[in-house]
């Protein structure tokens, strides 16, 4: 009784396990997702109203979609440091520590970049860069979604069967 | 808070846009020169310096860079420069608080204009300061019997036109014991009168004044007019035949009007032809002269 409680156990933490990867595949694609519509509503409000930086990260911090949120609100914190730090570095913090995004290496570079055209430059090359990060998400975004497709199986076989594994080793 | 502290505060203010290494050297200015410095003045390559009635006075020894200019605008800009792109190709940014900082550096050329800066090698934080209550000498020749004469301010650059233009503009709109409050319109193209940030006046323009910043003269008398229902409309520095023809307009429509304009006295601008027309069209019926005589301003009211 007690060793096929134990099997259960086992068999249950390790699918557990699998979902969790499972949902970390999904939850990437919908930050990415956020990421890029968060891009359109910044691009709109520097580009058609002109909006100063701290009102589009109020904004921001405020209406992008959730999971994206903390990134935005985080940069907001920070511009109570401008004139101690530049910008771009408030963002490119911001950005580092938005560890939830769940992001890659050259995804985070992709969106710490950005701080270098935002604010700075007038508005026609402020959108073009904010466009030509939109469209590199886009593709990261394609990229996750396949990852996602091809893997959620996986990630659920591997931790039903793992689990199934250590059991009969065990037993 | 007394004058002396004010004074001091609005210099003080104007210290935050500095960026932070260059903040520390002003603390050597003595409390007399921090209230008395008119202007922040930064130069690559120069000290920072603040110009005070006596002179410029540099402060410390440590040059002003490039970057720390970068680092103003940003600051000055709350780093949004295309929120002031269009002030910028002016050559000035108007900053939280009603300060003005003037640029200097490399221009680029765009479409027959300005199109902004390559590099900003110079900038001047210009301190402004509200003088409340200088209305106050001439305000009773401008409203006999409670009504509001059409005013023209005259004076040379930096005599203090724009000062007593806002000390009226919110005296008429908030009232005095024997004035009623009066609807203004204020269209403050250069944002030198209200100094708007963020939605919001930074000088006390009063409580029944609108403002239209940032719009040329003439489209924006004819705008206040359309949507505002003004009873006085203000403007800063008459300078175009655009804008006389539209306070002309605004004159036949029964609005008051309060405008200032560049020039030594009455004479000087009646040899004018741009002003000799609204005089001849009686479009003021007062003027206000401002003379600086032995660093005290005077204000001598004349009808026109």
């Known amino acids: 009784m007690l060793r096929a409680l134990g099997a259960a156990l086992i068999i249950t933490a390790t699918g557990l396990m699998g979902l969790r990867g499972v949902w970390r595949l999904r939850w990437r694609c919908r930050c990415i997702e956020g990421l890029i519509e968060s891009l359109q509503l910044m691009e709109l409000e520097i580009c058609s109203r002109l909006a100063p930086m701290r009102e589009v990260l109020e904004k921001l911090s405020r209406e992008a979609p959730k999971p994206v949120r903390g990134l935005y609100r985080r940069a907001l914190e920070g ?16 950005v580092e520590s938005s560890r939830e995004l769940m992001l890659r290496e050259e995804e985070t570079e992709l969106l710490r970049g950005l701080g270098l055209a935002l604010g700075r430059y007038d508005v026609r090359d402020q959108a073009e860069t904010i466009s ?32 199934i594994f250590a059991v009969i080793i065990l037993l | 808070m007394t004058e002396s502290d004010y004074r001091v505060a609005r210099f003080d203010g104007a210290v935050t846009l500095l960026p932070f290494n260059l903040r520390e050297r002003v603390r050597e200015l003595l409390r007399a020169d921090r209230e008395e410095a008119e202007e922040l003045r930064l130069r690559v390559g120069r000290p920072l310096s603040a110009v005070l009635p006596a002179g410029e006075r540099e402060l ?36 939280r608080g009603g300060y003005r900082v003037g640029l200097g550096g490399s221009v ?15 900038a001047a934080i210009r301190i402004s300061r509200e003088r409340r209550g200088v209305a106050e000498t001439v305000l009773g020749r401008l409203t006999p019997g409670d009504k509001f004469c059409s005013t023209l301010i005259i004076a040379p650059p930096g005599a203090g036109k724009t000062t007593l233009l806002r000390d009226l503009v919110r005296t008429l709109s908030q009232g005095t014991r024997t004035l009623r409050p009066r609807r203004v319109s204020l269209a403050d193209e250069r944002g030198e009168v209200a100094a708007m940030w963020a939605g919001q ?85 007062r003027c206000v002269i401002i003379k600086n005589a032995q660093g005290r301003r005077e204000y001598e009211v004349a009808s026109c």
């Open chain 1, 79 to 94: 511009m109570g440091e401008i004139g101690r730090r530049s910008f771009f570095s408030i963002w490119g913090d911001a």
């Open chain 2, 108 to 122: 680029y050329l765009c479409e027959g204009g300005v199109g902004g800066f390559h590099c900003y090698s110079y």
């Open chain 2, 201 to 285: 006046p930074q000088f006390d323009v009063g409580p029944r004044t609108d403002v239209l910043e940032g719009c040329p003269k003439a489209q924006a008398v004819m705008m206040l007019l359309r949507s505002m229902n003004p009873e006085v409309i203000a403007l800063d520095e008459i300078t175009a035949p655009e804008d006389a023809e539209a306070i002309r307009r605004a004159q036949n429509c029964g609005v008051r009007l309060l405008a200032t304009a560049h020039g030594e006295g009455l004479e000087d601008l009646t040899r004018r032809p741009l002003y000799r027309g609204l005089f001849e069209s009686h479009v003021f019926q």
């Open chain 2, 60 to 95: 410390g020894r440590e040059k002003v860079t490039l970057r720390d200019i970068s680092h103003l605008v940003e600051i000055c800009t709350g780093a949004s420069v295309h929120s002031s792109s269009e002030e910028i190709r002016e050559g000035y940014i108007s900053c």
């Open chain 1, 132 to 163: 030509r990060v939109r469209r590199r998400m886009e593709g990261y975004l394609m990229r996750a979604e396949a990852e996602r497709e091809r893997d959620t199986k996986l990630n659920a076989f591997f931790g039903v069967a793992s689990g």
